[in-house]
């Protein structure tokens, strides 16, 4: 599965969505509190996911492809760091 270029700026709208969810985490019970917050948080999407989706399969997929973006991310920001 891929993201097509009619939906990255949806993406962007779930991922910055995502990053001020744990914005106001943080603000709220504090940096200790971000690991917890943060299944919780994932467990939310991974439940939005299988609830939206065609069947199990296809909720997998999408899981599977924000988990690789996710290492890709990371890949990239370790990259601009040396």
Same mark, same amino acid.
């Given at each position: 599965?891929?993201?097509?270029?009619? @939906?990255?700026?949806? $993406?962007?709208? #779930? $991922?910055? !969505? #995502?990053? =001020?969810? /744990? !914005?106001?985490?943080?603000? @709220?019970? #504090?940096?200790?509190?971000?690991?917890?917050?943060?299944?919780?948080? /994932?467990?939310?999407? *991974?439940? *939005?996911? $299988?609830?939206?989706? &065609?069947?199990?399969?296809?909720? @997998? +997929?999408?899981?599977? %492809?924000?988990?690789? %973006?996710? /290492?890709? =991310? %990371?890949?990239? &920001?370790? #990259?601009? +760091? *040396?």
């Amino acid at each position: 599965m891929t993201i097509k270029h009619d @939906t990255a700026e949806i $993406y962007e709208i #779930g $991922y910055n !969505a #995502g990053l =001020d969810a /744990l !914005a106001s985490i943080d603000k @709220t019970a #504090g940096a200790d509190a971000l690991p917890s917050a943060l299944v919780g948080l /994932l467990t939310a999407a *991974c439940n *939005c996911a $299988y609830s939206f989706a &065609q069947n199990e399969d296809a909720a @997998t +997929e999408l899981i599977e %492809l924000s988990r690789n %973006l996710s /290492l890709e =991310d %990371l890949k990239k &920001q370790k #990259g601009a +760091e *040396c």
